[in-house]
Every structure is written in C-alpha cells, then in structure tokens.
C-alpha cells in the first residue's frame, strides 16, 4: 500500500465534497498515519462526513467522545453524535 498515495486520493475526495472520502480518510488517520492512530486528525475527517451524513461517521465520533480518544471523555458529545446515528 501507497500510504502517501491513498491520503492523496483521501484527501481529493473529501476536498471535493465526498462524505465517504472524508469517512476514509478518517479511517486512515485511526490506522495509518506516520505509523499508529492520529486521533485528532481522524476526529477532524469523520466529524466532516458526520456532517456531511455519512452513516458511519456519527457512531465513531461518538466512540471517540465516550472513550476519550480527544483528550478527556466528553458524554455530552458522545451522546450528540449518538443520536445522530439513530436518525
């Protein structure tokens, strides 16, 4: 895998509008990048898709802010993006 390259593209996608180009850049930053997980960065692309009604995005955005991958755990957020998946 073309780890540069599949960011690129990622980032192509998501620039140009693309909710499931910004989820899996997401999912990228959780694995890839620069050798482990970039929470903030991953947070920052699935609250993009989240926002851009990806399905998927809202429930891992509400991991995030339950487990406290962001620094402290945040219920009110997870709760928020909890809801957002159910609609």
């Known amino acids: 895998i ?3 390259e599949a960011e690129r593209l990622g980032r192509q996608a998501a620039d140009q509008g693309s909710a499931e180009g910004a989820y899996e850049l997401g999912g990228f930053f ?12 991953a947070a920052k692309w699935l609250k993009l898709a989240s926002d851009r009604g990806f399905g998927g ?6 991991s995030y802010h339950m ?21």
């Open 30 to 41: 959780e694995q890839f990048r620069n050798g482990g997980a970039d929470w903030k960065e």
């Open 67 to 87: 487990n406290g991958k962001l620094g402290e755990a945040n219920l009110q957020e997870a709760v928020r993006f909890s809801r957002l998946a159910a609609e």
């Open 2 to 4: 073309d780890l540069a």
């Open 57 to 62: 995005a809202s429930p891992r955005m509400a």
